[in-house]
């Protein structure tokens, strides 16, 4: 179907055609090849780095290790503990012992072939519970507890004294891998100054500046950031990677250097999904109302801390979700061990905690012999109710308008009509909320600018990233809805932090609903600005002009087009007309850390196919409904639910970044599988509700999480419905539902076995 022209994407068709360039197709001319050498053990310490061979190979200008940094040798975006260069000890196989510079990639790999390391190997802890062991070697100087939280309200004891049905489970969640199409890495520029310019992805441009001024001790001001387009992100290119071994050898060198990780680099370095397993007892009365509900979180950080504190905190906040139960007690522990990082990812915590507690509703329902839709409309949070942490939020009722459309999908007939014997089909449906911003207690800045440009554009300037999200698009959108502009009245410089403002993380659902703000604080000055401007140059009043397609228009007239933008641009110098504005994200008035303000919610109800011969699970229909506020970009809108779903689809079935020994079992994604054309859906819904509570002030909520979050356990609840056995591990592999289906005797000349624990 041809969309109308305002609703293309802007950048749609050079992604499409494969014309756009992205910061890994960067060439200059006398550029170097960098390389990066790994650790080769999780867990060794390092006795002794020789460079010498490498040195010597031809074509290589640098080879390097921790005795050549400058500054600070860590960085990470909390707590700096990642060394850029490990000097003493390994603590996982994505470790960096040296870098090196040369002519070519070939080089580059010799050089690295002969940088001798001689390592001791230690114990490998590569569980959770092999590094809380009393005897188990201590990671960090702190010990192996990277961060615990906990959160509890009312009487634990008691709410389940007074409960008539308990149900316990612990919930096993897999280690899921970003997925990216553009693996990590770019160019650096030295510049004559003494600076550099980076041309590498990332999602915070500033933040990059900040760490990499830490570890080269080079003032900020004389390190450029430029950071758009991306080939994707989820989540994964949030921390550094590549950036400081690209800054140091151009440094070193003198010349532009480009470091680009293959697949099995990006792999072996880049962060994953937290693994997690959650414990939770919940419990009701007779009537259904859940009163006590306990939960108890273990997610194995790796080897370094990047956001694990953070996202535990929000893991912890999310364990009752929707759900006002009176009695609670969240505790959580995020551990290192010697497996590979894991650090921020879409949904950020929520998704394991939301599988975990919609599981429980459902066997809690089931107990209670009620459905899950109308055990969860019986404890559904109020409008006026507070957060799950007990902290003021903004009114909403969200969670009731995604209930009743998650209940309705689920009346909906199955879609196989046929009798088929070795097919079954279920429906399930859950529902989640999710926190926009970074919460209480964490820095939050945005801003932006709006400036009339000497080209006569209508330049809006934001420090956030087109990570494939569809920021431009919303920008665009933002600025035709408000100045009744044209999209070619538009320039937006996004990118680069020699041009923009300090705008916050691109991460957190919040870059739509910090551009929103951000305009409706500048349009009024804005507006006066120009007009202003037009009425001294024509000598009209400002009250008989106003702002539309392609200039200032004059009322009353016919054209109505008075003076163009760009004849207005000729008469005032660039940056006469521009204003700034400089804010931070809402956060709760309570003094509760980590505690959200702004909310979205999503209902999901998904139908599978479960083969009983092949153990294959089909999700047939995937229906989202979300409540994030006003709508602004369609497309976006209905491209991240869309996408999110099928994400969160290969995290429910299929994906799962298995280690053993500390050690990546896949190496690339032939044997790491994600959802294919195959694997979508035969039909997918998406059911905007854009309606917020009377007199809410806050605009668009982002949508980038919500439509990954609730999936898995719906899809989880219709394998239940099709074959009669809940899974409570993810990916739900081939191998369990067979078991199950031989244990239940689904297949007529199959014998059922004895069912454990039944």
């Not at 097919?423 to 932006?448: E, I, Q, T």
């Not at 320039?491 to 609903?513: L, W, Y």
């Amino acid at each position: 179907m041809k969309q109308p022209e305002h609703q293309r994407r802007p950048d749609a068709a050079p992604k499409v055609t494969g014309s756009l360039k992205y910061l890994t197709d960067r060439f200059e001319e006398n550029m170097l090849i960098g390389k990066v050498l790994r650790s080769e053990y999780p867990h060794a310490r390092i006795k002794n780095i020789d460079t010498s061979a490498a040195e010597s190979v031809p074509g290589v200008h640098a080879v390097l290790t921790h005795h050549d940094i400058p500054g600070l040798n860590r960085f990470g975006i909390v707590i700096p503990d990642q060394p850029v260069f490990c000097e003493d000890k390994v603590r996982y196989t994505g470790d960096a012992v040296a870098a090196v510079a040369a002519e070519s990639a070939e080089a580059a790999d010799q050089a690295l072939a002969a940088v001798a390391v001689e390592y001791e190997p230690l114990s490998v802890l590569d569980a959770v519970d092999k590094a809380l062991a009393p005897e188990a070697e201590q990671l960090h100087e702190a010990g192996n507890i990277l961060h615990e939280a906990s959160y509890t309200r009312g009487d634990l004891q008691e709410g389940f004294a007074e409960c008539t049905c308990i149900v316990e489970e612990t919930y096993q969640l897999p280690r899921q891998m970003h997925g990216y199409m553009e693996t990590e890495g770019g160019l650096v520029v030295p510049e004559k100054d003494g600076g550099i310019s980076v041309y590498m992805a990332t999602q915070h441009g500033f933040k990059d500046r900040f760490q990499l001024s830490r570890i080269l001790d080079v003032p900020e001001e004389k390190i450029r950031i430029i950071s758009s387009p991306i080939g994707g992100s989820f989540g994964g290119k949030d921390e550094l990677n590549l950036q400081p071994y690209g800054a140091m050898l151009a440094l070193k060198t003198g010349r532009p250097v480009r470091l680009h990780n293959t697949r099995e680099e990006s792999v072996l370095a880049g962060l994953k999904r937290h693994p997690m397993a959650i414990t939770m007892r919940t419990g009701a009365d007779a009537g259904g109302r859940v009163l006590a509900h306990e939960t108890t979180i273990h997610a194995d950080t790796g080897a370094y801390a990047t956001l694990g504190p953070a996202i535990l905190e929000f893991a912890v906040e999310h364990a009752s979700g929707l759900y006002p139960i009176p009695n609670i007690t969240t505790t959580g522990v995020s551990v290192f061990t010697n497996n590979g990082v894991a650090g921020e990812f879409r949904g950020f915590g929520g998704n394991q905690v939301t599988f975990a507690l919609e599981g429980q509703m459902d066997r809690l329902a089931e107990k209670l012999e009620m459905k899950g839709t109308e055990l969860r409309a019986k404890n559904m949070r109020k409008p006026s109710d507070a957060g799950p942490l007990g902290q003021g939020i903004a009114p909403t009722d969200g969670g009731q308008m995604i209930l009743e459309d998650v209940t309705a999908w689920q009346q909906l007939p199955l879609s196989n009509t046929e009798e088929t014997p070795w097919v079954k089909n279920g429906r399930g449906g859950a529902v989640s909320m999710h926190g926009g911003g970074l919460g209480y207690g964490r820095l939050d800045p945005s801003g932006g600018r709006l400036a009339l440009t000497k080209e006569g554009k209508l330049e809006a300037a934001f420090g956030f990233e087109e990570c494939g999200q569809g920021i431009v698009a919303v920008i665009v959108k933002v600025m035709k809805d408000t100045f009744s502009c044209n999209k070619e009245d538009i320039e937006i410089t996004i990118g680069d932090t020699n041009k923009v403002p300090v705008s916050g993380s691109t991460t957190a659902s919040r870059g739509t609903s910090m551009v929103w703000t951000a305009v409706e604080n500048m349009k009024a000055s804005f507006r006066r600005q120009l007009l202003a401007e037009a009425s001294r140059v024509t000598g009209t009043p400002s009250a008989d002009l106003y702002l539309g397609a392609g200039g200032v228009h004059k009322r009353g007239t016919e054209p109505s087009l008075f003076l163009s933008y760009r004849a207005l641009a000729e008469y005032v110098q660039d940056g006469d007309i521009e204003t700034h504005t400089s804010f931070d994200f809402p956060v709760t008035p309570d003094e509760i850390d980590s505690g959200h303000y702004l909310y979205s919610f999503g209902g999901v109800s998904a139908e599978v196919e479960v083969n009983l011969l092949t153990g294959t699970i089909r999700v047939l229909d995937l229906k989202q409904s979300v409540s994030a506020g006003p709508v602004m970009y369609p497309q976006g809108y209905r491209g991240q639910i869309e996408g999110g779903g099928i994400m969160a689809l290969g995290y429910t079935l299929m994906e799962d970044a298995v280690m053993d020994g500390g050690h990546y079992q896949t190496e690339n994604f032939d044997t790491y599988l994600m959802p294919g054309i195959k694997d979508l859906p035969d039909h997918v819904t998406v059911k905007p509700r854009e309606e917020v509570m009377e007199g809410d002030i806050h605009g668009p909520r982002g949508v980038g999480e919500i439509g990954t979050i609730a999936v898995a356990p719906a899809i989880a609840e219709a394998v239940y419905q099709a074959i009669g056995a809940r899974p409570a591990k993810l990916p739900v592999s081939r191998e369990w539902v067979l078991q199950q289906i031989q244990q239940r005797g689904l297949l007529p000349w199959n014998k059922p076995e004895k069912i454990p624990g039944a």
